[in-house]
């Protein structure tokens, strides 16, 4: 399985971003999918993550309410949508998919929030 993020970009304080994850190869294996982001000097933390046919998701505190995280299963692929985005959102925010026992991971897309 090969992950691809895009549409990270530098955004001011209250605006928004859609973040897209294509994957490809043998996405029938995937099961639930997320995102995460690691900021300098942090450890890399869960976002949000949904299940496999996209009935069930869930968020960090951080980002209830701002964030929402839906997948297309027929375009494989995954979406975070952010809005009301703040300068501690800033990080490289990572697409994962658990295929067990294995998980995947993209390369990353850079979102920075100017205050």
């Known amino acids: 399985v090969q992950l691809v993020e895009s549409g990270g970009g530098l955004v001011q304080a209250g605006g928004s971003l859609r973040l897209s994850c294509a994957a490809s190869?043998?996405?029938?294996?995937?099961?639930?999918m997320g995102w995460y982001r690691q900021a300098p000097g942090k450890q890399r933390e869960l976002v949000a993550a949904?299940?496999?046919?996209?009935?069930?998701?869930n968020y960090a505190d951080s980002v209830k309410g701002r964030f929402t995280i839906s997948r297309d299963n027929a375009k494989n692929t995954m979406y975070l949508q952010m809005n009301s985005l703040k300068p501690e959102d800033t990080a490289v925010y990572y697409c994962n998919a658990q295929c067990w026992p294995i998980d995947y991971w993209g390369q990353g897309t850079q979102v920075t929030v100017s205050s």
């Open positions: 949904i299940t496999s046919g996209g009935g069930s998701t």
């Open positions: 190869g043998s996405t029938f294996s995937i099961n639930s």
